[in-house]
């Protein structure tokens, strides 16, 4: 099973920008579709983002969209998640997730194999 590891999270204020990291092992990366889910307090974990194995397709939850950018560089097997003009509705703990490429475009949490431990996001007013 692949191994994910995010970093970046912190603490800012609304209007703020962040950059999440996810690195990738265990796996061949490029093989790999990858999607970004969130997990505020007392609700469930929900879809953010996704990115298809060659960073040519991408697909954002409406919450998000014109807002984050999910990329990836496949070089150095590392997802990213550019968040920009942030709300205190985005805080919560954020997670990558890999599933194998041919089923890319699912949002569905349960059909990740591969998570990481996730980075918290704290968006004050």
């Known amino acids: 099973q692949a191994q994910l590891v995010e970093s970046g999270g912190g603490l800012v204020q609304a209007g703020d920008s962040l950059r999440l990291s996810c690195a990738f092992s265990?796996?061949?990366?490029?093989?790999?579709?990858m999607s970004w889910f969130r997990q505020a307090p007392g609700k469930e974990r929900e879809f953010v983002a996704g990115?298809?194995?060659?960073?040519?397709?991408?697909h954002y939850a409406d919450s998000v969209k014109d807002r984050f950018t999910i990329s990836r560089d496949n070089a150095k097997n590392t997802v990213f998640l550019q968040m920009n003009s942030l709300r205190p509705e985005d805080t919560a703990v954020y997670y990558c997730?890999?599933?194998?490429?041919?089923?890319?475009?699912?949002?569905?949490?349960?059909?990740?194999?591969?998570w990481g431990r996730g980075t918290q996001v704290t968006v004050s007013s």
């Open positions: 990115i298809n194995w060659g960073g040519s397709s991408t």
């Open positions: 997730a890999a599933i194998l490429g041919q089923y890319y475009g699912t949002r569905r949490a349960a059909d990740f194999r591969s």
């Open positions: 265990g796996r061949t990366f490029s093989s790999y579709a």
